[in-house]
């Protein structure tokens, strides 16, 4: 059985104006995860991912593609502890 686990992601590259957090909203959803994805001022996307270890794996995996029309140039993801798991994937 996989263990739950969050992912908190930083996304850059030309990621913003190209529906990235719609897309990976409907990933996230596809695979099951729960968590959101924001803007940031500096041009980043940041994720936050929780759900079962291979869904949230194979997420972030995604992460590095986006959309079609997305040019991702660095992922940075790291493992967070989380005491509430986000229910269903926002878009902030």
């Known amino acids: 059985m996989n263990r739950k686990i969050c992912r908190h992601c930083f996304v850059s590259g030309r990621v913003q104006g190209v529906a990235f957090r719609y897309a990976t909203q409907r990933q996230a959803q596809a695979l099951g995860v729960s968590g959101w994805a924001r803007n940031l001022a500096d041009g980043r996307v940041e994720v936050l991912a929780c759900g ?3 869904a949230v794996d194979k997420l972030c995996a995604w992460l ?3 959309p079609s029309l997305a040019r991702v140039t660095e992922v940075q993801c790291t493992l967070v502890s989380q005491a509430d798991y986000p229910k269903g994937f926002g878009i902030g």
């Open 64 to 66: 590095h593609q986006g």
């Open 52 to 54: 079962e270890s291979d």
